[in-house]
Nanobody, 122 residues
Framework: VQLQASGGGLVQAGGSLRLTCGVS????????MAWYRQAPGKQRESVAA???????NYADSVKGRFTISRDYAKNTVALRMNSLKPDDTAVYYC?????????????????WGQGTLVTVSS
């Protein structure tokens, strides 16, 4: 499984960015796609996630500002970030949980992208 994230950059507070992560699974079935972030000196935290049946959830700190979306045909997951704040500055990582069984059930494995830096200036 390979993940390739892109879209980070420098933006002023109040601005917007869109992150995208392409996923190559070699026919394995994805259970969940998510975005995490890690700010300097802090632990990695979950930002948003979407399940295979379209259920989404968000960290309280980003609700109403960020939107996660999944393109099933292209096997990508995007994170639209609006009204960005300096506190959103972090390295953002895409994550997928993939069923180990090709039939799409049972235990899953976690895979991570390489991270993309988002910097929000005040």
């Amino acid at each position: 499984v390979q993940l390739q994230a892109s879209g980070g950059g420098l933006v002023q507070a109040g601005g917007s960015l869109r992150l995208t992560c392409g996923v190559s699974t070699n026919r394995l079935v994805i259970k969940l796609m998510a975005w995490y972030r890690q700010a300097p000196g802090k632990q990695r935290e979950s930002v948003a996630a979407t399940t295979h049946d379209g259920i989404t959830n968000y960290a309280d700190s980003v609700k109403g500002r960020f939107t996660i979306s999944r393109d099933y045909a292209k096997n990508t997951v995007a994170l639209r970030m609006n009204s960005l704040k300096p506190d959103d500055t972090a390295v953002y990582y895409c994550n997928v949980q993939v069923f180990a069984d090709l039939r799409g059930w049972g235990p899953t494995n976690d895979y991570w992208g390489q991270g993309t830096l988002v910097t929000v200036s005040s």
